[in-house]
């Protein structure tokens, strides 16, 4: 399976605000959009549902974006690296048009899911998947889009799908 270019860093936050400030100051980044849902999260995390938000902000200049990721509630992946590590880089995204078959691929090199979600954004169903050999190696997340109508795109980041084809993006700067 050939994967296309990255379409997010994933950085795991204590404070939303206070992490976006500092990354626009270091970065230039003068942009900024939080992900709005129409769909709660239908989350699974080492196996077991989890009942949990998450606050997504996306920034950057280029192809490869900046995600900001807050969450509450039930413990998720976010929590355990926060406990083990502290803020700082989560994962690498790619964006797939057929996630079961990119995890399928994935498998085969011995990664395995750690966490997975579907929910809505304005007509659109999103799927994830985190994979990695364990939580404590490198993980990568592995995002699939699918339109209304069944157009399914893993052709442009995902900050891109969403804020051009659905608009369900409040910008935040």
């Given amino acids: 399976m050939k994967l296309g270019k990255i379409g997010h860093i994933g950085i795991v936050v204590r404070d939303l605000e206070k992490a976006k400030e500092e990354y626009s100051r270091v970065f230039g980044i003068d942009k900024w959009y939080e992900l709005t849902y129409d769909s709660p999260l239908d989350m699974t995390y080492r196996g077991e549902k989890r009942d949990c938000n998450v606050t997504l902000?996306?920034?950057?200049?280029?192809?490869?974006?900046?995600?900001?990721?807050?969450?509450?509630?039930?413990?998720?992946?976010?929590?355990?690296?926060?406990?083990?590590?502290?803020?700082?880089?989560?994962?690498?995204?790619?964006?797939?048009?057929?996630?079961?078959?990119?995890?399928?691929?994935?498998?085969?090199?011995?990664?395995?899911?750690?966490?997975?979600?579907?929910?809505?954004?304005?007509?659109?169903?999103?799927?994830?998947?985190?994979?990695?050999?364990?939580?404590?190696?490198?993980?990568?997340?592995?995002?699939?889009?699918?339109?209304k109508g069944g157009i399914k795109k893993g052709d442009m980041p995902f900050e891109t799908q969403l804020a051009a084809l659905t608009g369900n993006y409040r910008k935040l700067k």
């Fill in 57 to 147: 902000y996306f920034g950057g200049k280029g192809h490869t974006a900046i995600e900001l990721i807050y969450t509450e509630g039930d413990d998720n992946i976010y929590t355990a690296f926060l406990a083990r590590r502290g803020e700082g880089i989560h994962h690498i995204q790619y964006n797939v048009k057929d996630l079961d078959a990119a995890i399928a691929h994935f498998a085969e090199s011995g990664w395995k899911v750690l966490q997975s979600a579907t929910f809505g954004s304005a007509g659109a169903r999103i799927r994830y998947a985190y994979v990695g050999k364990s939580e404590d190696d490198t993980v990568v997340e592995l995002i699939e889009t699918t339109l």
